[in-house]
């Protein structure tokens, strides 16, 4: 059983489901409902795909997640972001028949749903920790101020502009005279109402009440025929088919980098909300299982003609805060989405467009955390400025550049990271015998006379390497080179070979300045290195020691003046 519910991890929740936690959970589905329902419209319009396609989205995704997902309270929806994304990528092919487009966007989901399945198959969840989260921070912030900018004609009754948000903002002011204000009165009463309801009953469905109640004015009041106000118009009621997407391989080869943008997207806010989630109601995620469930999800979408799902961060909240205590209320949820689909939909015909707008920009606010920003800007002003640039990027030059950029930040600040050399030097306690404290690089007191302790903080590596021959070169150019220089590797779990030639030049230039080279607290791996490399025959085995003090005790047994001295109150690092 514990194997099986790895695999299909309702298995081991499931046995111990308390009864008294249904009515919270049914609860908590018929909001979610109330909330996904409109947004899962409003962003198969986003996408560019049917407006049911949202409604099947929501179909495969909640069920198959529930299933196979590791955060209990986590609901698997489109979101505003990946939809976008879906436009974006496929705006290139130039496809006008909404039939082809259509199977485009499901061989998109279908190749997101392969990369999520095969990265979760393979144990590549470890990914997500070299995505900076400040700079994910600001390309989210940019997507979300796209995304409202490309909702806002939508209010006025207006076609949106193509290209980036500054030529959107540009296009849409240039076409202002032209505004339908009837709409324009729908769309910014429905963003007022969304505000006023969250504010001041928020669990309430917001959403499905605006949508409701905009279906009624137009519907009442006439107001598609005799205004010009725009209506969604006819839904296809019933349930979706399902069957494979048409896979053309030119098309998947030139999908590809999408998708694996999409991707790479999805897994940064999924996980992000599956930590929190885990770390707020004291559960465990498991990150590879995380990617097969959003594998498995997206495939079976695809399968019924759905757009790409994820965990929505501004519908799991709604979970959340309703008092979802486990995945039955996605369970709950996707059943009140089976009855909308097969009984309700032809309710929506008279759905206002700036509706659906209002209810995205809405959406999407939640998005820019300024006050993530303000944080990153008063305790970090690096990380705040590559949050700008990513921000800025997705502006200026588009969503998926503006990817680009966030990820070659990461890797850049992870590269810097690790290259980073942390190196200590270290010196005896005062009235402590046998301890050693950190003292400064240009101290001239509390170190021995004629050893140099060196702690890398770190590990040695073959990017760092060159950086500590450079330090050590420091002691050994000085008017007075030390006797020994002692050197604890306690940080590297291994070392590369690129370490161990440093290493053994460093110790033929400290051979000329007649300075030994002592190391201490070696782990086996790093130590078998030494030995298979022959740095441990160059400097002998008896100069590797387990532990500082024991390299310092030979050091003074040997050098018997220094034995009697004790603490030197001589010369800075580089000095005898």
């Known amino acids: 059983m514990d194997r099986l519910a790895r695999v299909l991890p309702i298995l081991g929740w499931l046995p111990g489901y308390k009864a008294g936690w249904l009515r919270a959970d049914v609860i908590a589905g018929l909001t979610l409902w109330g909330i996904l329902v ?33 955060t209990r309270q986590a609901a698997s929806a489109p979101t505003s972001g990946s939809s976008i994304m879906m436009a974006t990528i496929v705006a290139p092919f130039l496809v006008t028949d909404a039939r082809e487009l259509a199977e485009l966007l499901v061989l998109l989901v279908f190749v997101v749903g392969i990369i999520f399945l095969l990265c979760g198959l393979v144990r590549l969840g470890f990914v997500i920790a070299f995505i900076s989260p400040s700079v994910m921070t600001g ?26 948000t500054l030529y959107q903002l540009w296009h849409l002011f240039g076409q202002l005279g032209a505004a339908n204000w009837v709409t324009f009165a729908i769309g910014a009463g429905a963003l007022t109402l969304l505000y006023i309801i969250e504010a001041r009953a928020p669990r309430a469905p917001a959403p499905l009440m605006i949508m409701a109640a905009g279906i009624l004015v137009v519907s009442v009041l006439r107001l598609g025929d005799e205004h010009g106000v725009q209506i969604v118009g006819v839904f296809h009621p019933g349930l979706p088919v399902v069957s494979l997407p048409e896979a053309n391989f030119d098309d998947v080869l030139d999908l590809l980098p999408g998708a694996l943008a999409i991707s790479l997207f999805i897994i940064s806010e999924a996980l992000g909300v599956g930590y929190s989630l885990s770390s707020k109601y004291g559960y465990d995620i498991d990150a590879n299982q995380e990617l097969i469930a959003l594998g498995v999800s997206n495939i079976a979408a695809a399968c019924l003609g759905g757009l790409v799902s994820g965990c929505s961060v501004s519908s799991t909240a709604v979970n959340d805060r309703a008092g979802a205590k486990s995945q039955i209320s996605s369970l709950a949820a996707a059943i009140m ?20 707008g209002a209810i995205v920009i809405h959406a999407v606010a939640r998005m820019m955390r300024v006050g993530e920003l303000k944080r990153f800007y008063r305790f970090h002003p690096s990380e705040f400025g590559q949050a700008l640039v990513a921000l800025v990027g997705v502006i200026t030059v588009g969503i998926l550049p503006g990817l680009g950029i966030a990820v070659v930040l990461s890797l850049l600040r992870f590269i810097w990271g690790a290259s980073h050399l942390s190196l200590s030097r270290l010196g005896p306690v005062p009235g402590k015998e046998h301890s050693y404290q950190v003292i400064g690089r240009s101290s001239a007191w ?41 050197v604890n590797l306690h940080a590297n779990f291994g070392i590369d ?15 000329k300045t007649n300075t030994e080279v002592l190391f201490a607290e070696l782990q086996d791996p790093v130590q078998q290195m030494f030995r298979r490399c022959g740095l441990l025959d160059r400097v002998g085995e008896n100069r590797v020691f387990p532990t500082v003090d024991d390299g310092v005790q030979d050091y003074l047994d040997r050098h018997s003046p220094a034995r009697h001295a004790g603490i030197a109150t001589g010369s800075p690092l580089g000095a005898g």
């Open 38 to 70: 409109p947004e899962g419209i409003a962003y198969a319009e986003l996408a560019g795909a049917p407006v049911q396609a949202g409604l099947y989205t929501l179909l495969a995704s909640l069920i198959v997640y529930a299933i196979l997902g590791t």
């Open 139 to 164: 390309f989210v912030f940019g997507l979300a101020i796209y995304i409202a900018v490309s909702q806002v004609p939508k209010l006025f009754g207006l076609h949106r502009g193509q290209g980036d």
């Open 337 to 356: 989405v089976l009855i909308t689909l097969v009984a309700l939909m032809p309710l929506f015909y008279n759905l206002p467009q700036a509706v659906l």
């Open 446 to 486: 509390g170190f021995i006379s004629g050893l140099e302790i060196l702690r890398l903080d770190g590990p040695l590596f073959f990017a760092n390497a060159l950086r500590f021959r450079n330090e050590v070169r420091l002691l050994l150019s000085g008017a007075g080179p030390p006797k020994a220089i002692l």
């Open 497 to 511: 070979l690129s370490s161990t030639d440093t290493l053994l030049g460093l110790v033929a230039e400290a051979e």
